[in-house]
């Protein structure tokens, strides 16, 4: 095994040898050591060998049918071709997956053959690799660490602080991807340790691994109670949240040492994992605190076939969970003396009560939250106003604006228009892609509205909702209670 192997091409050595095995082969060559490459899907000659054109399953099928003595390149053979690869490209003595995939295609004329005539862009990998390099990093100042005890401290500090991050973020990709369930915020948590793994090459010409030392590092040996205790899965996510914080602070100034462009790409990223905590614990925090609301009503005094308080009364016996009161055409002391009545009906029965555009009025009354539309004042506005403790929803009609409530906050959503409603126009109507999309990409509490019926709402709910907002359907009834008790069952 050459010297400065990356992980990821040792685990690779490892894995040619289970290849060569699964498919009977004698001896252990470039075709099983390529096999293994691909294994690691996340890996960098996965991504290249993707990003040219070739999926990576279709690429294990199509390479599973060579001829194994055709690709007689031992593992020693082709590392050695990759560190000269390595070399050539960018002067760096790392043997890494993108060079030993390199090595493998250059040598082995028949996995070439066999790949391109899948569709693999063998020249774009080439170009990737060479591209990725760049040119020199140009310092405004000259890097004076001349004393190699300030050099090594400094690698010992990056290389720890590297390291605190990009395991901060796995552990709280996990949690969005397994706890959570949560396709954005899962693909954030991956697109931000990308992101931190390619800035993080401008440091690799610092002696990082030499100047490692983990039985020396005093910091191993102090730890806290409060270390070795979790109350929860969203408690580990969190903690790890600020440890990466903490620790992209770290790269940031000390990355100054290395020069002008470390430092202002991990601000960006500590800018992007604040981001992410508040949309993680808002997230957490609705998942819970919604769990059981399934069926929201939104009302309007004069829209009621019968009074309001006893629409209200009976729409919470037949199992709304979420009342939201909408009054465009009153005054204000209108409002708030109406918004008054409702509240007090909504929690004698142990539902929610929100007010629609109106933080100020949802904040005089006590109530549980404001509903927000896109034309109306930002989540954050919104929560100066309400407190941290309301919900706020908020109303969207493209899966930008779905990925832009998640990321400021929401505690749910409102996703639609499904259909033509008969108590508010629309110009366009996203209808069910929208809510098969819109539930694929988030599970924040999100309500589909819109036009909803006895008639359609099994519709919606094949499309992914499992909770809906009405108003009509159950406003204009005769039997309210009855209306929303048919439209819980069916829910």
């Not at 691909?38 to 060579?66: C, T």
Request: proline share 4%.
């Amino acid at each position: 095994m050459p010297m400065n192997s990356t992980p990821a091409v040792e685990r690779a050595l490892v894995a040619a040898g289970e290849w060569s095995i699964r498919l009977g082969h004698a001896t252990i060559n470039s075709l099983h050591l390529l096999l293994a490459l691909l294994d690691d899907e996340e890996g960098r000659a996965s991504e290249l060998v993707s990003q040219a054109g070739l999926p990576i399953q279709l690429a294990r099928e199509r390479l599973a049918g060579v001829d194994p003595a055709s690709a007689g390149n031992a593992p020693d053979a082709i590392l050695a071709s990759a560190r000269i690869v390595g070399g050539e490209i960018g002067g760096d003595d790392h043997c890494r997956s993108e060079h030993v995939l390199l090595a493998i295609l250059e040598k082995e004329a028949a996995i070439r053959t066999c790949l391109e005539g899948a569709g693999l862009r063998i020249a774009e990998i080439g170009n990737a690799i060479r591209s990725s390099i760049g040119p020199p990093l140009t310092l405004d100042e000259p890097l004076e660490l001349d004393d190699s005890g300030e050099r090594i401290d400094a690698s010992r500090i990056l290389d720890a602080s590297a390291n605190r991050a990009r395991e901060a973020l796995r552990v709280v990709e996990d949690y969005c991807r397994f706890t959570l369930n949560d396709a954005l915020l899962c693909r954030e948590s991956k697109e931000m340790r990308h992101a931190l793994t390619e800035s993080l090459r401008q440091i690799v010409h610092l002696p990082l691994l030499p100047s490692r030392d983990t039985p020396g590092d005093v910091g191993t040996l102090v730890s806290t109670a409060g270390e070795l205790r979790r109350d929860s899965a969203l408690s580990v996510a969190q903690t790890n949240l600020k440890r990466l914080q903490e620790a992209l602070r770290s790269l940031e100034e000390f990355g100054k040492l290395v020069g002008p462009e470390l430092g202002p790409a991990m601000e960006r990223l500590r800018y992007r994992a604040y981001t992410l905590e508040k949309a993680i614990v808002s997230l957490a925090s609705a998942q819970e605190r919604l769990a059981s609301a399934r069926l929201y009503l939104l009302v309007t005094g004069s829209a009621c076939a019968t009074s309001l308080e006893f629409l209200v009364e009976e729409a919470v016996a037949g199992g709304v969970a979420m009342i939201q009161l909408r009054e465009k055409h009153l005054s204000d002391r209108e409002f708030l003396a109406q918004a008054y009545r409702v509240r007090k009906i909504v929690y004698r029965a142990g539902a929610l009560f929100l007010v629609n555009d109106r933080p100020d009025i949802a904040r005089l009354v006590g109530a549980d939250g404001v509903h927000l539309g896109q034309e109306d004042m930002p989540i954050g506005a919104a929560r100066r106003i309400v407190g941290s403790k309301s919900l706020i929803g908020v109303s969207t009609h493209s899966i930008d604006q779905v990925r832009r409530a998640v990321l400021d906050g929401a505690s749910y959503i409102g996703i639609g228009p499904v259909f033509p409603s008969t108590t508010k126009e629309f110009a366009e109507f996203p209808g069910l892609d929208f809510v098969r999309q819109a539930t694929g990409e988030t599970t924040l509490p999100a309500f589909a509205l819109g036009g909803i019926t006895h008639d359609n709402v099994s519709d919606v709910c094949s499309a992914g909702a499992t909770r809906i907002a009405v108003s009509s359907i159950i406003c204009s009834a005769d039997e309210p209670r009855a209306a929303a008790e048919s439209l819980r069952r069916i829910l």
